[in-house]
């Protein structure tokens, strides 16, 4: 048995099933817990996903959305944190690229064509 | 006192309730096997002497078979002795494995650091060097190492490159995160010392104490 084996045996305990599929270029809900005032509510993320990093239980999405103001948002969330209760993918989207940082410098509108 | 030997295995993290990411340390211990007693009596100290990885027989040269004969357990590799304060809880032939340890549990963990050859002054013990560019021939070297006539030698112990790692080193009040004794895996918070796949000698903690960020 090798030695990474091992090391997944313990993280299989914390990772999340049915996950979506979620590409880049996606268009995501995140749904998120967050505590306020020791009171706890789920707040709604919804924007493009412009990477996903690492793998396994330690993989990440990376969601951007323009705020009121046009100021651009990013939040980068563990896939398997707690904290993320559900992605919903809202809209399937089509790029030729694994990474979409070229987003950050497009002034305007984001146009991305569908996936099917 | 509880004890284990085992191998390191690697490092990932895991989520706690409130989503933050814990670091922790995975290490393959025991099952372990009671091979010797010391005794007051005998040895002047009380300790008992731990075997880890089973071998077969043909490997072990003639005096180390007599001493498992004389215990009755198979051939191990290892063989460490760990100091307890009463021998007679333990039996020779006993075995120990990961589930003396439970979540919650304060450890300290030895091991043997990775050797990094002949080191620098700036990599063995931190110092700044000198600046890299703007005309300066003085990058990673030491600077002064004494005074002039007086005292006309260098102390003893001054901080010179040379040997560093490879030497036995113990982390401190590491807590178990986690106890799977159906793959014999123990799993703490931080890291531990030394390469993967090098030993680890695993004790409840000496001087056990809550560290900062811990309830």
Known sequence: MSMDHLVRIVEKEYLKENIPEVRPGDTVKLHLKVKEGGRERTQVFQGIVIALRGSGL?????????????IGVERIVPIHSPVLEKIEVVRKGKVRRA?????????????????? | MKM?????????QIYDEDGNAVPVTVIKAGPCVVVQKRTPENDGYSAVQLGFEEIPEKK?????????????????????????????????????????????????????????????AMKRWGFRGGPKSHGSKFHRMLGSV??????????????MPGRY????????????VKVDPENNLIVVKGGVPGARGGLLLIRSAKAPKIRKGEE
């Open chain 2, 165 to 176: 790692g490879n030497e036995r080193v113990t982390i401190r009040n590491l807590k178990v």
């Open chain 2, 60 to 120: 072990v040269n003639k005096p180390m078979l007599g001493h498992f004969k004389k215990a009755g357990v198979n051939p191990v590799r290892i063989l460490k002795e760990f100091r307890v304060d009463n021998v007679d809880e333990y039996e020779v032939g006993q075995t120990i494995d990961v589930s003396v340890f439970q979540p919650g549990d304060v450890v300290d963990v030895t091991g043997w650091s990775k050797g990094r050859g002949f080191a620098g």
């Open chain 2, 4 to 12: 284990i030997i085992g191998r390191k295995i690697g490092m990932t």
């Open chain 2, 146 to 159: 004494g005074q002039h006539t007086e005292p006309s030698k260098i102390f003893k112990g001054k901080k």
């Open chain 1, 99 to 116: 990474k979409l940082y070229y987003l950050r410098n497009i002034k305007g509108k984001i146009k991305i064509k569908e996936r099917r």
């Open chain 1, 58 to 70: 330690s993989r990440t999405i990376t969601v951007r959305r323009i705020a009121s103001g046009g």
